[in-house]
């Protein structure tokens, strides 16, 4: 019995033990969907690592000194692309992902290494992602997308400076399919976007300014095939006290066929487009803005050109071109060559020898070696067409929260037909998210804008993480789209309270009448989780006891209004405001703790009144009564 009872004591002494040691020597577990840097992991990478797949990593602002390696399905996402800042060192990738479906938004990337293959961020066999949002600053690849494909990299800022080559490349895909890379500004010293081994991908309204003189915008090699290149802009960049600079080539194609370019903009010092083996090249709708040659065509054949603006640069041609077309046929026309001359147009039909104009130069435009356009076009072409944007294109939502986005709907070359809106999410969409257009047809006027308003709502249930959702506009056979980027996190995060005005009191005197009613309005505003509620809060002993009034908003004037009850003759006043925001975070109004007052008139009691009037007619009547003693004669006591 003894050792039974000595047995059952150690057993529990044992298990106290444990407890005590697991106590002390616990780990900390990740909260499930969303881990916090630096509230629950100082560092971005041991939140990574304690992530589970499918979790939102949130990076609150500030400097991390950090090369990441994301090795999971799981969304990265800063609070704030300007301040929150991952440094490289100098050293390796900044952000090393090998895992599919990763999203990262948000960050400023900078100071990776100099050295091949070194990049700000680095695919690595990734499928799935979506990179947006982020100013990245790189020594050698800003993002490099490698042996992957249906990626979405779009809405960056990515700068490129010289390091240890002269091959610095802002994106460049190698052996990488079906990508999309679209709406990117990209200031780079040698090589914009460059393919290689890559087929199938877009690359759709970039922005491309060189920051040296030298390279190309589109370096396009090696069996990269049936890639599309749509409305994008090779730029020229200037500084003061500098020469302006130029990309050498506006698109470099080597040795790939089927590509497409499509509504580009190009400025270039040598060539806007260098075509080399590169046959089934279609180009159409491009402006060539300036350029020694606008397109140098070598070795290419059964390639189409037409639509296209050529402004400045002349046509060089290598011999033997087999197929190429240099017009659409009558009567959609050639191209416009803001040099040809002679120019004439009395004529129109199909060999130009009918009576009437029809804005086609009644004569071909030869080029060399057999090659001509046989419509060429009086005056720049222009098709009538529709752009798409959004204000904005990206908001946080704190679940539970509604925000809205205004849908822009722009007529191009006086398009004046209705377009229809539409909206998906791009890859699978997430629950307890809703949206709604008010308007699902739209007209803008010629050369003008109309607008539609998109309402997104994250309910409670929302599921945390970075998501896209496309809008589509479509009138006929024409298409065009905007992205739109809604980041959905838990309301805990928001740290930060609302922000109040100095409220406005109604009338304004610091003496308030008896019958006067006071209105006060306040401006509050909270950009994340948005306002809860709002409240006056008013004394009139002094600030022993407090009454609180909920403020209403008013939504012509977008203010909170609310009116103070009529007071007491001779009541002081004091007040403030408070608000709260849907994360639970608190403001508070209060005249530097001297709150902001008023005072109600006192009236006179009815005894004061009367003792005023009595003593007011005394003081008359004695008044009076000296006036008349000294209108009585003085007597003439006279002695004769």
């Not at 697991?22 to 041991?46: H, R, W």
């Not at 091959?167 to 976007?193: F, K, P, R």
């Not at 007529?411 to 209705?418: A, M, Q, R, T, Y």
């Not at 004091?574 to 209060?590: E, Q, R, S, T, V």
Request: glycine content about 8%.
């Amino acid at each position: 019995m003894e050792m039974r009872r000595r047995f059952a004591a150690g057993s529990i002494l044992s298990v106290l033990l444990l407890f005590v040691l697991l106590s002390m020597f616990s780990v900390k577990l990740a909260e499930a969907g969303t881990i916090v840097v630096p509230d629950d992991y100082a560092t971005i990478q041991a939140a990574i690592d304690a992530a589970l797949p499918g979790d939102t990593v949130f990076v609150r602002k500030g400097i991390y000194r950090e090369n990441l390696f994301i090795g999971k399905a799981l969304s990265l996402v800063g609070e704030d692309w300007q301040q929150t800042v991952i440094d490289g060192g100098g050293t390796g990738h900044v952000v090393y992902i090998k895992a599919d479906n990763v999203k990262v938004s948000g960050f400023t990337i900078k100071n990776s290494s100099s050295e091949y293959p070194y990049s700000g961020i680095y695919l690595d066999e990734s499928h799935g992602g979506h990179i947006y949002g982020n100013n990245i600053t790189a020594m050698y690849y800003g993002i490099r997308i490698y042996n992957s494909s249906n990626n979405y990299v779009y809405q960056n800022y990515i700068t490129v400076v010289y390091g240890s080559s002269i091959s610095a490349t802002g994106i460049e895909l190698a052996w990488s399919h079906n990508n999309t890379i679209n709406n990117n500004h990209l200031h780079i010293y040698y090589i914009g976007i460059k393919l290689a081994e890559s087929r199938n991908n877009c690359m759709e309204r970039n922005i491309l300014q060189p920051y040296y003189s030298g390279g190309y915008a589109f370096d396009v090699e090696y069996n990269s095939d049936f890639n599309t290149f749509l409305n994008n802009n090779v730029t020229t960049s200037h500084e003061t006290g500098y020469y302006e600079r130029y990309f050498s080539y506006g698109f470099y194609i080597r040795d790939s066929v089927g590509n497409v370019l499509q509504g580009n903009s190009m400025h270039a010092s040598s060539a806007c487009i260098y075509l080399y083996k590169s046959n089934n090249t279609i180009m159409v709708e491009n402006d060539f803005i300036d350029a020694d040659y606008a397109i140098d065509l070598r070795y290419s054949h059964f390639c189409k050109f037409y639509h296209n603006n050529i402004f400045r640069g002349s046509i060089e041609l290598s011999e033997n071109l087999i197929g190429n077309l240099w017009d659409n046929g009558y009567p959609s026309g050639g191209n416009y060559w803001e040099y040809q001359s002679p120019k004439s147009d009395y004529y129109s039909g199909p060999n130009q020898d009918q009576p009437g104009s029809d804005g086609i130069v009644d004569t071909p435009y030869y080029l060399g070696y057999d090659n001509k356009d046989r419509y060429p076009f009086m005056n720049p072409y222009r098709e009538p067409l529709f752009e798409i944007s959004s204000s904005p294109q990206s908001q946080k939502f704190y679940a539970p929260q509604t925000r809205s986005y205004t849908v822009i709907v722009t007529s191009v070359n006086s398009f004046i037909l209705p377009v229809n809106l539409s909206c998906a999410w791009l890859g699978s969409g997430p629950s307890g998210i809703t949206f709604s257009l008010s308007r699902n047809t739209i007209m803008p006027p010629p050369n003008g804008k109309d607008t539609s308003n998109l309402t997104v709502t994250a309910s409670s249930t929302a599921t945390v993480g970075s998501y896209t959702l496309r809008i589509t506009g479509t009138s006929g056979s024409l298409s065009n789209y905007v992205d739109i980027v809604v980041t959905v996190l838990s309301a805990s995060l928001d740290i930060t309270p609302p922000e109040i005005s100095e409220p406005l009191q109604t009338p304004s005197n610091n003496t308030i009448q008896p019958d006067e009613r006071v209105k006060i309005s306040v401006n509050v505003t909270d950009d994340e989780s948005g306002i809860s509620q709002v409240i006056l809060s008013y004394t009139t002993d002094n600030g022993k006891t407090w009454t609180d009034l909920n403020m209403q908003l008013n939504a012509t004037t977008s203010s909170y209004e609310i009116e103070i009850p009529q007071q007491q003759p001779g009541t002081l006043v004091k007040y403030k405001i408070i608000a709260y925001d849907n994360a639970g975070n608190i403001a508070k109004k209060d005249n530097n703790g001297y709150y902001y007052t008023y005072q109600v008139i006192p009236e006179f009691p009815s005894t004061i009144f009367l003792t005023l009037f009595l003593l007011t007619s005394l003081i008359t009547t004695a008044i009076l009564k000296m006036k008349r003693k000294s209108q009585f004669p003085i007597p003439n006591f006279s002695f004769n």
